[in-house]
């Protein structure tokens, strides 16, 4: 493999927010651009003019043009922070270690600890950087506009890397910190920067240059840094390591928790009249169907109690039928893997509950596809189990059934990353996200 391609993890001189200018940093951060609503687009606009979503995801307006347009306004928009000393640059290339201290889901306590650095861009096929997850066009040509416009990267990729022993941790954890930045946020994670520095941290990035990254969260913005990469390299015929073959990510060990990977369930409506009357009566044949009883709130508990405990030896999902506002759980009557070997899928892939529930459930029973019984039904994603029990609580009769899933595991995502495949789309939910606007990198400084 050419040196070009291999795995680096390496400091960067970060652009931080002026604490003199900017006193109070949670008035300027912003959630990754991915799971932000238009709604919510508005309002961290609103909420100061330093927020770093006028960077990340400006506003569009009716009277845009190629030479007037967000991409544009946040190309002016850095340089003119730059300039006024909003955003300062580090005095010398660092490490950020991030520390984020959050609820986990059942309201226990937990922490989450990475490393903010800048990582050589490696093609998939090489097997340094793995994909977890499958990506669409749209998103990837908004981003590349960004970075041609910007040259910045303005929110970190989320990876992950083994480390059983947390060995990386602990050299971080003896390294001298210069400054110290800490802010909660609106769901009240608490959030505290360290700028790391000298030979532990070197080290440090030494062992995660040796190990295999898997992507978390960020595929777009992965792909297309590789894309711009590879057009800026032809257009120069630049050789040896320039700024645009790194991108900056924020890496985290694997290993150390799971608590924050949270279960993506689905809602689904415009279903046929066939298709919601008779849905029971057709899962029978590959599902075994439990009704729960009690209140609603009993049934709910249930609900999860038994779908995680059948779960264990079988592919299992809860189901709430907004039709009669009851809850179930379904679980195979065959073990794992229900899916047929069909297209050289591995055995991890074909055992997945998400993969089961979107192509068994989704598309064969309830013909959700242009060609099915179906093909108007719509599938709404919830991330959170409590957030989908405030959706069905607030909006009855919006869609026609809720299908719940438990969560994915790390053993899970690592099986089908190294099976050389990428998870069902939004299979998996990372939280916390890490935060836009804690710091970022220029490619020209």
Same mark, same amino acid.
Request: charged residues 25%; hydrophobic residues 40%.
């Given at each position: 493999?050419?040196?070009?391609?291999?795995?680096?993890?390496?400091?960067?001189?970060?652009?931080?927010?002026?604490?003199?200018?900017?006193?109070?940093?949670?008035?300027?951060?912003?959630?990754?651009?991915?799971?932000?609503?238009?709604?919510?687009?508005?309002?961290?606009?609103?909420?100061?003019?330093?927020?770093?979503?006028?960077?990340?995801?400006?506003?569009?307006?009716?009277?845009?043009?190629?030479?007037?347009?967000?991409?544009?306004?946040?190309?002016?928009?850095?340089?003119?922070?730059?300039?006024?000393?909003?955003?300062?640059?580090?005095?010398?290339?660092?490490?950020?270690?991030?520390?984020?201290?959050?609820?986990?889901?059942?309201?226990?306590?937990?922490?989450?600890?990475?490393?903010?650095?800048?990582?050589?861009?490696?093609? $998939?096929?090489?097997?340094?950087?793995?994909?977890?997850?499958?990506?669409?066009?749209?998103?990837?040509?908004?981003?590349?506009?960004?970075?041609?416009?910007?040259?910045?990267?303005?929110?970190?990729? $989320?990876?992950?890397?083994?480390?059983?022993?947390?060995?990386?941790?602990?050299?971080?954890?003896?390294?001298?910190?210069?400054?110290?930045?800490?802010?909660?946020?609106?769901?009240?994670?608490?959030?505290?920067?360290?700028?790391?520095?000298?030979?532990?941290?070197?080290?440090?990035?030494?062992?995660?240059?040796?190990?295999?990254?898997?992507?978390?969260?960020?595929?777009?913005?992965?792909?297309?840094?590789?894309?711009?990469?590879?057009?800026?390299?032809?257009?120069?015929?630049?050789?040896?390591?320039?700024?645009?073959?790194?991108?900056?990510?924020?890496?985290?060990?694997?290993?150390?928790?799971?608590?924050?990977?949270?279960?993506?369930?689905?809602?689904?409506?415009?279903?046929?009249?066939?298709?919601?009357?008779?849905?029971?009566?057709?899962?029978?044949?590959?599902?075994?169907?439990?009704?729960?009883?009690?209140?609603?709130?009993?049934?709910?508990?249930?609900?999860?109690?038994?779908?995680?405990?059948?779960?264990?030896?079988?592919?299992?999902?809860?189901?709430?039928?907004?039709?009669?506002?009851?809850?179930?759980?379904?679980?195979?009557?065959?073990?794992?893997?229900?899916?047929?070997?069909?297209?050289?899928?591995?055995?991890?892939?074909?055992?997945?509950?998400?993969?089961?529930?979107?192509?068994?459930?989704?598309?064969?029973?309830?013909?959700?596809?242009?060609?099915?019984?179906?093909?108007?039904?719509?599938?709404?994603?919830?991330?959170?189990?409590?957030?989908?029990?405030?959706?069905?609580?607030?909006?009855?009769?919006?869609?026609?059934?809720?299908?719940?899933?438990?969560?994915?595991?790390?053993?899970?995502?690592?099986?089908?990353?190294?099976?050389?495949?990428?998870?069902?789309?939004?299979?998996?939910?990372?939280?916390?996200?890490?935060?836009?606007?804690?710091?970022?990198?220029?490619?020209?400084?």
């Amino acid at each position: 493999m050419p040196e070009q391609e291999t795995l680096r993890v390496i400091p960067f001189r970060g652009l931080r927010y002026n604490r003199v200018l900017v006193p109070d940093l949670s008035k300027v951060i912003s959630p990754p651009y991915d799971i932000i609503s238009p709604r919510q687009q508005q309002l961290y606009h609103q909420k100061h003019p330093n927020n770093a979503i006028r960077l990340d995801y400006g506003l569009a307006f009716p009277g845009d043009s190629d030479e007037e347009n967000r991409y544009t306004r946040a190309a002016a928009l850095l340089k003119k922070w730059l300039a006024e000393k909003v955003l300062l640059p580090e005095g010398a290339p660092a490490v950020y270690q991030l520390r984020e201290e959050y609820e986990a889901p059942g309201g226990s306590p937990a922490v989450r600890e990475g490393l903010i650095a800048a990582i050589r861009l490696s093609p $998939f096929g090489d097997g340094k950087i793995l994909p977890h997850e499958k990506t669409s066009p749209g998103p990837k040509l908004d981003r590349l506009r960004l970075i041609e416009a910007t040259e910045a990267n303005l929110s970190p990729i $989320f990876c992950l890397y083994s480390d059983p022993d947390d060995a990386i941790a602990c050299l971080t954890a003896g390294a001298g910190a210069s400054a110290e930045e800490e802010l909660t946020d609106e769901a009240g994670t608490r959030h505290l920067l360290r700028v790391l520095k000298g030979e532990q941290t070197e080290t440090a990035l030494r062992a995660l240059s040796a190990k295999t990254l898997l992507i978390a969260d960020g595929h777009h913005r992965y792909e297309t840094m590789l894309a711009y990469r590879d057009a800026r390299r032809a257009a120069e015929q630049s050789r040896g390591a320039r700024p645009y073959d790194f991108t900056m990510a924020y890496l985290t060990n694997m290993d150390k928790d799971s608590r924050w990977i949270l279960p993506v369930h689905r809602f689904v409506s415009g279903l046929a009249a066939d298709a919601v009357s008779g849905f029971l009566e057709s899962l029978a044949g590959e599902f075994e169907i439990r009704n729960m009883s009690g209140d609603e709130a009993g049934q709910r508990q249930k609900m999860l109690q038994l779908m995680a405990e059948l779960g264990k030896k079988s592919n299992s999902f809860g189901l709430y039928l907004a039709g009669s506002g009851s809850y179930h759980v379904l679980s195979a009557r065959r073990p794992r893997p229900l899916l047929p070997e069909a297209g050289g899928r591995s055995t991890a892939y074909r055992s997945l509950d998400v993969a089961v529930l979107d192509e068994l459930v989704l598309i064969r029973i309830l013909g959700t596809t242009e060609e099915g019984p179906s093909p108007g039904a719509r599938v709404d994603y919830v991330e959170r189990t409590d957030a989908a029990f405030k959706k069905i609580d607030l909006r009855r009769g919006e869609f026609q059934l809720g299908l719940f899933v438990n969560q994915v595991g790390m053993t899970e995502i690592k099986a089908v990353a190294g099976a050389g495949e990428k998870m069902p789309s939004k299979s998996t939910y990372f939280y916390p996200k890490p935060l836009t606007g804690l710091v970022f990198r220029s490619l020209n400084i």
